[in-house]
């Protein structure tokens, strides 16, 4: 009873971490690599050998910083990464924490996630560090916004905040056809939580890196690893509400679900590499004038579906 009810979640979700951060450090080397960006050394091998540079590098200090709330942010918001984690399924009965309401829980992680970030940034006591973390706070609302109506319409066909049952209403139709505006702004919302390529605004560098400026060893390594596990649970989530989770023919569940969360990051780390980097002025208006709009017309969408 123990060995199910506890030990296994936190073993599959201390193992989606590991692996998770580990392709997605590779897959961004070797889209950069094809892109025409040189590499330096083997790309599997790179991050674990950076990886280890950083466990035992100096961790840097600042003045007057409050050290609980700058050493503790990089831990919390990987732990947030592990819960957004532990409520994707990867089969009917195979998912960490099956909450009938685990919709709700991923929604209090990017919304908890925009405090974090903040106190990231504002606890280093550091100009630019504080302005990283400001210009988060000016953008996280309109992704939890966004992100929020999108996830309410695909919960609407399956009548229930369960991610299990958001994937069983795709049996018929996948959501990505049903609303198929649902996925291109909630992969919109992935890049802006994650602060990842062109909306990296956060640890951007025209801040020297922003939030993490002034972060090097160990918390760094805790930062970089929690950035690219929030990129993964992003992905599991995003292939659960939109692209039919487990579900496809021949091949075992699980594994549909790992082929699918593979497509999302590398939609995603594409996106990165390829698109510039948005103006923070820029990127406010975006969000709040063209798309916050166009997730409510994705909400209504899908309230018309629901009741036809």
């Known amino acids: 009873m123990f060995l199910n009810e506890l030990f296994l979640p936190v073993l599959m979700v201390t193992f989606m971490l590991t692996v998770g951060a580990y392709v997605v450090a590779v897959l961004d080397r070797l889209i950069a690599g094809a892109l025409g960006t040189p590499q330096a050394g083997s790309v599997w ?13 100096h961790a840097n200090a600042t003045e007057a910083p409050d050290w609980q709330a700058w050493r503790l942010a990089p831990a919390l918001y990987l732990a947030l990464a592990a819960i957004g984690l532990a409520v994707v399924p990867w089969s009917e009965s195979l998912v960490a924490t099956d909450l009938v309401t ?3 829980l991923w929604g209090s992680v990017e919304a908890l996630a925009t405090v974090v970030i903040f106190l990231h940034g504002w606890s280093a006591n550091a100009l630019l560090a504080l302005i990283g973390g400001y210009r988060y706070v000016a953008l996280g609302l309109s992704y ?39 996925l ?5 919302v992935g890049l802006g939580m994650t602060f990842w390529g ?26 970089d690893v929690a950035r690219a596990a929030m990129l993964v649970a992003f992905s599991g989530v995003a292939a659960s509400a939109f692209l039919g989770g487990w579900l496809g023919p021949w091949l075992p569940g699980p594994l549909w679900m ?12 594409l996106l990165g590499r390829l698109l510039p980097r948005i103006a923070p002025e820029r990127c406010v208006t975006l969000m709040w004038v063209v798309l916050l709009p166009l997730s409510f017309l994705d909400l209504v969408w899908a309230g018309i579906g629901a009741l036809l």
């Open 102 to 104: 685990s919709v709700v």
């Open 45 to 57: 091998l790179a991050p674990m050998a950076r990886g280890a540079w950083l466990m035992i590098q």
């Open 144 to 182: 939890i916004l966004i992100s929020m109506f999108v996830l309410i319409g695909v919960a609407l066909p399956a009548e229930s905040l369960q991610f299990t049952q958001v994937v069983a209403s795709q049996e018929a139709l996948w959501n990505v056809i049903r609303q198929p505006l649902g």
């Open 258 to 269: 790992a082929i699918k969360m593979l497509a999302v990051l590398l939609v995603l780390l």
């Open 198 to 223: 062109p909306l990296n605004l956060a640890d951007s560098t025209d801040l020297a890196g922003g939030t993490a400026s002034e972060i090097s060893g160990p918390p760094r390594l805790v930062w």
């Open 184 to 188: 291109p702004l909630f992969l919109i």
